[in-house]
């Protein structure tokens, strides 16, 4: 017989009482440790079936691709109040089919079961699943594209760059455009680089268009246009929370991008199933919006 805690116990017993609290300990540890919410989300993009979708004319998706854009879903997810989050999540209504890009889709969602009639993190979501597939015929997922060289671009404020192809002449469809450019412009935390960047490289490539012979992909002109061609590549999660205001306000079909309004983008249900997992960790896990960049 032994004594644990000054209580007279079997060796069985004692062997228990160990084991225990050991367990104890290891379980108090883990929910003290801080959440790591880019791991879980990564975890969540890596278990989803929206990772082996072989997009049209586009191929695999870059894991880095889907990983940073569901990390800026999150951080939308977490800060609803948001000027820009406000416009991504707001109710689409089919009279705005010519400038809202999820009005312009309206047949589409409905097919897949997805209404987009009231405001709210539902909206937001399916904002951000049509996000990801504009970003794949915009730039098939690459963080540092450089304008588009069948074009001839010679106006740093209409020149197209980065993730889905915007401009800062777009910045003119609401107010919360030109608050993201001064607010990135004056800090790049919260960026997101490293996540969307993963294993991905862009090159300067030359025209393809023989109106313009000397032009390249890279940054066209000077100032505050050339300026946001320069952010739009370097800091994705701007480019990201900049197009899907765009999207909502100039991206329907009269709008800014040609694949919505050739409706190109693809709408991939397994891809909202994986968005829903992150919205419901974001949810329900404490402190994991504290622990996104």
């Not at 450019?181 to 680089?193: E, I, P, R």
């Amino acid at each position: 017989m032994k004594r644990v805690n000054g209580l007279a116990v079997t060796a069985l017993g004692a062997a228990f009482l160990q084991i225990y609290s050991v367990t104890a300990s290891a379980q108090a540890g883990a929910l003290a440790a801080p959440t790591d919410s880019v791991a879980a989300i990564t975890n969540i993009v890596s278990a989803s079936s929206c990772r082996s979708i072989d997009w049209r004319d586009r191929g695999l998706a870059p894991k880095s691709y889907v990983v940073g854009l569901s990390l800026v879903f999150a951080r939308s997810v977490c800060h609803p109040a948001n000027a820009d989050v406000v416009v991504a999540s707001s109710a689409a209504s089919l009279k705005h089919e010519k400038t809202d890009g999820l009005a312009a889709y309206d047949a589409i969602f409905k097919q897949l079961g997805m209404r987009n009639e009231q405001p709210g993190v539902d909206t937001l979501r399916h904002t951000y699943l049509l996000l990801l597939g504009l970003g794949m015929r915009e730039s098939s997922g690459k963080y540092c594209e450089g304008r588009d060289v069948s074009q001839c671009f010679n106006d740093p404020g209409s020149a197209e760059a980065g993730l889905f192809q915007t401009s800062y002449g777009a910045r003119r469809a609401d107010p919360s455009l030109e608050t993201l450019f001064q607010k990135y412009t004056a800090s790049q935390d919260g960026c997101m680089l490293d996540q969307f960047k993963g294993k991905l490289s862009c090159k300067i490539r030359k025209s393809q268009n023989p109106k313009c012979p000397d032009a390249t992909s890279d940054v066209v002109g000077t100032g505050p246009g050339a300026d946001w061609q320069r952010l739009t590549k370097s800091c994705p999660a701007f480019a990201t929370e900049y197009a899907a205001v765009v999207l909502r306000k100039n991206g329907g079909l009269k709008g800014e991008f040609n694949p919505i309004r050739k409706q190109q983008a693809q709408l991939i249900p397994a891809c909202d199933a994986m968005l829903q997992n992150v919205q419901r960790y974001v949810e329900h896990t404490a402190g994991a919006c504290d622990s996104l960049p």
